[in-house]
């Protein structure tokens, strides 16, 4: 790796430069290609395969963190190293100059024979491990939203064909009401010619016949 590259094109460009030139975290989007990586002819970013097996779904947002360096192959032992890394120079003053700070972390895992180049790799394995986490759940993620889109307008079309139905159902009662009261009207002519009281004792005798409803 070029010696001037800075922490932004390090590690697949997972690290934010800021102004100064120190590396700080962000949120970014974990689908758009980092700027040292090269696209695919069809635009897409080559998606590096950083997991030894399925790694633990994220249940309500919480990351399984040991089960995700586990699913990427990372020795257990290794990752407590960076652990104890990071909790010895958390214990230094804060006021404590850079510079001080490393000779003491490096002083220290020195004595303990501890290896650097251990730690720094293990340390980027578990970032491509979170960084390869966030790609293969944003992939999952930007599926399960198209998918659920298509259905969406899938349901949506059949919803409007529902109502277009109901609607078309509705205007055809209509016509049948006002076309099956026009039709009484004209049979009730007859009737009417007869006289009501006639029409009444026909009915009343009838056996095919019901006597209106009546009402209160």
Same mark, same amino acid.
């Given at each position: 790796?070029?010696? !001037? =590259? ?5 590690? %697949?460009?997972? @690290?934010? +430069? ?5 590396? *700080? ?75 001080? !700070? =490393? ?5 220290? %895992?020195?004595? @303990?024979? +501890? ?5 720094? *790799? ?95």
């Amino acid at each position: 790796m070029s010696e !001037k =590259k800075g922490w932004g094109t390090t590690v %697949l460009g997972w @690290f934010i +430069v800021n102004e100064s030139g120190g590396a *700080e975290s962000a949120t970014h989007d974990p689908l758009a290609p980092p700027a040292d990586e090269p696209e695919q002819a069809d635009g897409s970013q080559p998606a590096p395969v950083f997991f030894q097996k399925e790694p633990p779904a994220a249940s309500g947002g919480k990351v399984d963190f040991d089960g995700v360096f586990d699913a990427a192959g990372i020795d257990a032992e290794e990752r407590e190293r960076v652990s104890k890394a990071m909790e010895l120079l958390r214990s230094l003053p804060a006021g404590t100059d850079a510079t001080v !700070k =490393k000779q003491i972390v490096e002083a220290s %895992l020195k004595a @303990f024979n +501890v290896p650097i180049e251990k730690i720094i *790799e293990t340390g980027v394995e578990q970032i491509q491990a979170l960084e390869g986490y966030i790609r293969t759940g944003a992939a999952d993620t930007k599926t399960l939203t198209e998918e659920s889109e298509v259905r969406i307008r899938q349901y949506e079309d059949e919803v409007r064909q529902i109502r277009m139905v109901m609607q078309e159902r509705v205007t055809e009662q209509q016509s049948v009401i006002k076309s099956c009261n026009q039709k009484k009207l004209e049979v009730q002519q007859i009737l009417e010619f007869f006289g009501q009281d006639r029409v009444a004792q026909v009915v009343k005798e009838s056996p095919k016949l019901h006597e209106p409803a009546k009402t209160v």
